[in-house]
């Protein structure tokens, strides 16, 4: 049975001299494994559809077992995502953070708009730090946590200063703070901010400018729920620590301006 998705690459793996396995998230079907035959080859017709990050559509036949990718359409290549190391280190992060809490073969058409926005939204050249605080933030649902944001988790209460909370997973007002003994102060623009990453599209934010600490501040504590509260810690993760904490060694030396341009 022939069927056309509409589809990221979230990863793929050679298989024998000139094969790749292609693992597609749909919009349609969730999550699909397809042998992409001679995908190796550089001029291979499917050689270019079956890059990761590629957002298109995809002709898979299904029978069974593993389908074959007969052949796709191009939406957006990213290709711009793949030219920096940055961009393509944040984007593989949210790819495996994608591929890692999504099950085979379950339509999630809510969680493939977050991700085809955010690489959209990477490949305009959006911060690709915050819009990947941005998929972990709106992800937590999907990795079954639902923090409570929008009031104190213990009163209800709505105003007042706010801390967050491990062990509630969520905000506790300052009538509350003796609950947690490990509390994490929050300011009022942080509490906004935290609560701006769970619930506003990425596609409606426009382009936010953030410190450094403040983003750093922000994922410690999205990176603390889920390695405590879901158990995941992603390969590509340890790579970003290394790179945020030694970017003179990634990023290229610039020449120097020519008179002009001084």
């Known amino acids: 049975m022939l069927q056309k998705v509409e589809g990221i690459v979230l990863r793929t793996s050679p298989y024998g001299e000139s094969n790749k396995i292609v ?4 919009r349609e079907l969730g999550k699909r494994a397809a042998m992409a035959r001679g995908a190796k080859k550089p001029t291979s017709r499917l050689a270019s559809i079956s890059q990761p990050f590629t957002y ?18 191009i939406i957006d290549s990213m290709r ?13 992060f949210i790819m495996e953070l994608v591929d890692k809490l999504i099950d085979d073969e379950a339509p999630k058409p809510q969680l493939f708009e977050i991700l085809q926005q955010a690489l959209h939204a990477i490949s305009e050249e959006y911060d690709p730090e915050a819009i990947s605080l941005f998929v972990e933030w709106k992800l937590l649902p999907t990795a079954g946590i639902y923090p ?38 929050l300011s009022p623009s942080q509490v906004k901010l935290i609560r701006t990453f769970y619930t506003v599209p ?30 995941i810690r992603l390969k590509s993760q340890h790579f970003l620590d290394q790179m945020e904490k030694t970017p003179e060694f990634f990023t290229p030396k610039k020449e120097k301006p020519s008179p002009e341009e001084e």
Not at 61 to 70: R, S, V
Not at 80 to 92: G, L, M
Not at 165 to 179: A, K, M, N, T, V
Not at 205 to 230: A, D, H, N, P, W
């Open 56 to 73: 298109g559509y995809f002709l898979i036949q299904q029978g069974k077992g593993m389908g074959t990718l007969q052949q796709g359409e």
């Open 80 to 92: 711009s995502i793949r030219e920096d190391i940055f961009t393509t280190a944040y984007a593989s």
């Open 148 to 185: 409570t944001l929008h009031q104190c988790t213990n009163c209800g209460a709505t105003d007042g200063e706010f801390a967050f909370s491990f062990s509630q997973i969520g905000f506790l007002c300052h009538r509350c703070f003796s609950i947690d003994p490990y509390i994490i102060r």
């Open 202 to 231: 990425i596609d409606q934010v426009g382009k936010l400018t953030l410190k450094k600490e403040t983003k750093g501040f922000i994922k410690k504590i999205v990176r603390t729920i889920y390695s405590e509260q879901v158990g």
């Open 23 to 26: 693992t597609i998230f749909s």
